[in-house]
């Protein structure tokens, strides 16, 4: 079974140009999480959806930060316009909904973010 | 709400000796504990889980985690490190379907 698809892996661009990542979970897994990972520290929640719902955007800064999934299953996040501060790796996690969910996340490899 | 503090932010241990990373949560509710592992330019990988029943968690490549309510811990362990066991280690805490947080991470470093 195929896990968490990220891309792209590696993104270099210059600030104030704008960067979408993508990401498709895992099969039948309706919760897909974004999270931010700055160098030297835990993943943080970005945003959560439940199928195409936003359930938990609290963390997201909305002023540049964007987030789609469209029809409950692929997900894009994107940054406009990006800044230095923005340098990161950006994960996503998958999991499965309803009683079965137990916090366990499965995670992509990430994309690694690098703004000059 | 809910909280981790990974006590020591890198552990270098000898092949072959005792792993231990620190872990201790912050939660108002029985917490759901995990800890995950992370290689370089990797995703987080589930080590193991405690969710109820039995406090001491078998994990896979060794790893074991006893979840101690009356210290708020879960520590991490594995009797003999092994090489391909350096990596970042992760420890989070779940009080609710969907809402995970995770520790600052140690960085397990394994000497020949």
């Known amino acids: 079974e195929a896990g968490v698809v990220q891309s792209p892996r590696y993104k270099i661009i210059e600030k104030k140009q704008p960067v979408a990542f993508w990401c498709n979970p895992i099969?039948?897994?309706?919760?897909l999480y974004w999270y931010l990972q700055n160098l030297g520290q835990g993943p943080e929640l970005l945003i959560r959806?439940?199928?195409?719902?936003?359930?938990?955007d609290s963390q997201l800064p909305k002023d540049r930060f964007s987030a789609e999934r469209l029809k409950g299953v692929d997900s894009t996040l994107k940054i406009q316009p990006a800044e230095l501060g923005d340098s990161a790796v950006y994960l996503c996690?998958?999991?499965?909904?309803?009683?079965?969910?137990?916090?366990?996340?499965?995670f992509g490899e990430g994309s690694r973010l690098t703004v000059l | 709400a809910q909280s981790v503090t990974q006590l020591g932010s890198h552990v270098s241990v000898s092949e072959g000796a005792l792993v231990l990373l620190r872990c201790n949560y912050s939660s108002s509710v029985p917490p759901y504990l995990f800890w995950y592992v992370q290689y370089p330019n990797q995703g987080l990988q589930l080590l193991l889980k405690y969710t109820t029943g039995a406090t001491l968690v078998k994990g896979i490549n060794g790893f074991e985690a006893e979840f101690k309510k009356s210290e708020t811990s879960f520590h991490l362990t594995k009797p003999s490190a092994h090489m391909s066991d350096a990596a970042e280690y992760f420890c989070?805490?779940?009080?609710?379907?969907?809402?995970?947080?995770f520790g600052d991470g140690t960085t397990l470093t394994v000497k020949p």
């Open positions: 996690a998958s999991s499965q909904a309803g009683t079965t969910n137990t916090g366990e996340l499965f």
């Open positions: 959806y439940e199928n195409e719902e936003a359930v938990d």
């Open positions: 099969s039948g897994h309706n919760t």
């Open positions: 989070a805490v779940s009080v609710t379907a969907g809402k995970s947080t």
